[in-house]
């Protein structure tokens, strides 16, 4: 091993900004990602680790390190560390949310058919909205069985009540009730699948990353974050979409999906920072005096992380 003083955790683009973030999140949510084997992650994330410790092989360029970090984030749990499970990472969303999501725009006259497709995607919401929980707040199975169950019924009824209610309205229309849906049960499913943050608190810290309690209003403005990058997200391919679905029948659906989801996957996901900050101003009076009390008014900011 080499002596290395190149800090792999500082960021290659100014995070304050969206283009940043932006530039960011086209790294690590980049499809590609999603089909290296556990072995190269793995690999990633062993010469991640020497590099923090200050020792990397010798010849490593900073290229090969830029690469592994962009593995390392793509793959492995900001807060744990743990590999990620591949079909809730963000980089799986492209391939994962065209198939999901053409179908649920193509198969929307019958009930059966809606019932089937909300179904599959909430499923797959719930396990994207576990993996990329801030993962310091633990939750119980019990927990998760109760969010993946109201958010699921929670889409189903609203999908069938749609779908019933515009048996009579024009095709267009009836396409944008999946959409609809899915925005309704994001605003379910997310909260559900993280209500420990909002009941307990999550770690906020300094600026060094020093640890200064748990707050709970933290959590809902992180988790409400959330909510609005997925619905965004969700929202060019299953509003703009159904309209060229409209006028162009005759074409195969899903050839125009994945241009949607390449671009808005790392953009709804830049709309707000990952650490995500606070004022102390606006935290609960507890911690608030807390961090007065030790620290007066050096701190004047908490950070923390919201989550994807």
């Excluded at 492209?94 to 929307?108: D, E, K, N, R, S």
């Excluded at 159904?242 to 709309?271: D, G, H, N, T």
Aim: hydrophobic share 45%.
């Amino acid at each position: 091993m080499a002596l290395s003083s190149f800090d792999i955790d500082a960021p290659q683009w100014d995070q304050s900004t969206f283009m940043g973030r932006l530039k960011h999140f086209f790294n690590i949510t980049d499809w590609r990602t999603a089909a290296l084997p556990d072995s190269r992650l793995d690999e990633a994330k062993v010469l991640v680790e020497h590099c923090r410790s200050g020792f990397v092989p010798p010849g490593t360029t900073e290229e090969q390190l830029h690469y592994a970090k962009k593995l390392y984030d793509s793959a492995f749990h900001p807060d744990t560390g743990d590999r990620m499970n591949l079909i809730g990472r963000m980089s799986f969303q492209v391939p994962g949310g065209m198939a999901i999501t053409g179908f649920m725009l193509q198969f929307y006259r019958t009930v059966p058919a809606v019932v089937f497709w909300q179904w599959v995607n909430q499923s797959f919401n719930a396990l994207v909205n576990y993996t990329n929980r801030n993962a310091a707040s633990p939750i119980t199975p019990k927990q998760i069985g109760v969010a993946y169950f109201t958010a699921t019924s929670t889409a189903l009824a609203t999908a069938v009540g749609l779908n019933l209610y515009t048996k009579k309205a024009p095709p267009l229309v009836a396409r944008w009730v999946p959409f609809v849906a899915v925005a309704s049960a994001n605003c379910v499913n997310i909260p559900m699948m993280r209500q420990q943050e909002i009941l307990n608190g999550i770690s906020v810290t300094d600026e060094n990353g020093n640890n200064l309690g748990h707050s709970t209003r933290a959590a809902v403005k992180g988790i409400t974050q959330v909510v609005v990058s997925r619905i965004t997200m969700a929202a060019p391919g299953m509003i703009i979409l159904p309209i060229i679905m409209q006028r162009m029948e005759k074409y195969k659906f899903m050839q125009v999906r994945p241009s949607f989801l390449v671009f808005m996957v790392p953009a709804a996901c830049s709309l707000f920072p990952q650490r995500c900050s606070m004022a102390v101003s606006k935290l609960e009076p507890e911690l608030r005096a807390s961090i007065v009390s030790q620290y007066g008014d050096a701190v004047q900011r908490v950070y923390f992380n919201k989550g994807l």
